[in-house]
């Protein structure tokens, strides 16, 4: 276990539909990476969390956007929900400054737009 | 885009056998790193490769890395049952912002 939780498991929407997912780092974490793995295929870049601060974005539209709190906790947020959006969304924490280097990934939660 | 390709896209073995998966990327890259993905849950990261290193050992992992053809290769000597899995490699580099990108990954199953 690495210590970095995320919510919900799973969730089931609708096109058009707006969805929050949220994720929990590892103490002492203070940046968190989002990626998204449609099935069969490798995670891909969404975005990244500096303290509270977006620090480098994927190739994703404006309809992905996320946050991150004062306790370094994250939110993915993704409106006008698109069939394509279904996947597993990763969120991955790391040690200041190194966020190229070993991240540490929760369970991920899986979406179905229908 | 996707920097890193992994081949084969599946690999089945019988147990204690070794499993040899490669991984080409694109540009010139910072580090390497190898991960694992159990049934689709989240990833557990395996073995980091700096550029200027060439082989790295952790346990029954073995990872090359060859920067001059653009590829690494991750061996698994005496493979077990629980190592059944997907193998991804990623790679950051400059050219991405330092941000990791990863491949579509190797499925390894492992027969007892």
């Known amino acids: 276990e690495t210590g970095v939780t995320q919510s919900p498991t799973h969730l089931i929407k609708t096109r058009g539909q707006q969805v929050t997912l949220r994720c929990s780092s590892q103490s002492g974490h203070n940046t968190v990476s989002w990626y998204q793995q449609a099935l069969g295929q490798g995670p891909q870049f969404i975005f990244q969390?500096?303290?509270?601060?977006?620090?480098g974005r994927g190739n994703f539209p404006p309809r992905f956007s996320g946050l991150q709190f004062p306790n370094y906790s994250s939110e993915l947020n993704v409106n006008a929900l698109e069939l394509d959006d279904s996947a597993l969304y990763l969120c991955a924490s790391s040690l200041p400054g190194l966020a190229e280097e070993t991240q540490y990934f929760g369970p991920g939660t899986r979406l179905l737009v229908l | 885009s996707q920097q890193g390709e992994e081949d084969p896209q599946a690999l089945s073995i019988q147990e204690g056998e070794n499993a040899t998966m490669n991984c080409s990327y694109k540009?010139?890259?910072?580090?390497l790193q190898w991960y694992r993905q159990n049934s689709g849950r989240g990833l557990v990261h395996l073995i980091l490769?700096?550029?200027?290193?060439r082989e790295k050992h952790s346990g029954r992992l073995r990872v090359t890395l060859d920067t001059s053809k653009k590829s690494s290769s991750l061996l698994i000597t005496a493979s077990r049952a629980a190592d059944t899995a997907s193998y991804f490699c990623a790679t950051d580099a400059r050219v991405n912002d330092y941000k990791l990108s990863f491949g579509a990954g190797t499925t390894v199953t492992v027969r007892a």
């Open positions: 540009t010139s890259i910072n580090n």
């Open positions: 490769i700096r550029s200027n290193e």
């Open positions: 969390y500096y303290r509270e601060e977006e620090n």
